[in-house]
């Protein structure tokens, strides 16, 4: 039973056990990029907003 789960007598082949290895470090590298891109979007997205209030503050009173 052990050896049909593995798919054959010899155990892992070592050709699939590179390419899980180049593929789990291959998810860490893009999580790292999505991390390090929210970083920099939640950084664009304070700026923005904190341009557009300051804006808002510069104008002058409605006049009434």
């Known amino acids: 039973m052990a050896k049909a789960l593995l798919g054959h007598v010899g155990g892992p082949d070592p050709r699939m056990v590179s390419e899980m290895r180049r593929l789990q470090q291959r998810i860490r590298d893009l999580e790292a ?32």
């Open 33 to 64: 990029e999505l991390i390090r891109l929210q970083a920099t979007n939640d950084a664009l997205a304070a700026q923005t907003r904190d341009e557009a209030l300051s804006r808002v503050q510069e104008r002058e009173p409605a006049l009434t």
